[in-house]
């Protein structure tokens, strides 16, 4: 293992009262508020398409009507402010024994801060008990939290048919799975 050293000539320096440096800025999640997660009622479809919108815009996410939204209330969980602002979701569709995480997503202002990785843990719960062996999700971004959580690269062939068949080969998503176990 190798450790960095201070050339000597800054090992020896003495700093001024004036040249403290400052303390180190405090971690971002820990300056926002909790948060709650929660199953999403059918009167949070609004607050789902407007939260999704910007990642509509960006390309990370497909455009989905309204009535989706509202339709498909019950398949999300969401993560929502003390002010009951909706600041984050995650889809969750149910299909014979494996299912399909999508939709996911957080406020700008509140990634990084862990929000992202309790969605998941949320669904991976409710997954569980529902008896969901699997669960598969198509990115096209890094997919790093997915990574991080478990999930490993998969053919669309192992997935859902009627999901892997909605996927738009145009937009270049990967394929996720995590195979779950039966404890949390």
Do not use: I, K
Not at 28 to 34: D, Y
Not at 122 to 129: L, S
Not at 138 to 164: I, Q
Request: with cysteine; glycine share 8%; hydrophobic share 45%.
């Amino acid at each position: 293992m190798t450790t960095a050293t201070l050339p000597p000539a800054a090992a020896h320096a003495t700093l001024s009262p004036r040249a403290t440096p400052a303390p180190a800025p405090a971690p971002r999640w820990r300056e926002l508020p909790e948060f709650t997660v929660r199953p999403a009622r059918r009167d949070d479809g609004p607050a789902l398409a407007a939260l999704s919108r910007p990642f509509v815009h960006a390309g990370a996410l497909r455009e989905r009507p309204l009535s989706l939204y509202l339709s498909r209330a019950s398949d999300f969980l969401v993560a929502q402010a003390p002010d009951g602002t909706l600041e984050g979701c995650l889809g969750l569709r149910e299909h014979p024994a494996a299912g399909v995480l999508y939709n996911f997503c957080v406020a700008a202002h509140r990634q990084g801060s862990g929000m992202g990785a309790r969605l998941l843990q949320a669904a991976f719960a409710r997954a569980r008990n529902r008896s969901l062996a699997t669960l598969f999700t198509a990115t096209t971004g890094s997919g790093r939290l997915f990574l991080l959580h478990g999930f490993l690269p998969a053919s669309p062939t192992l997935a859902p048919a009627d999901w892997a068949r909605s996927l738009d080969p145009a937009r270049g998503a990967r394929v996720l799975s995590r195979t779950l176990s039966r404890t949390l």
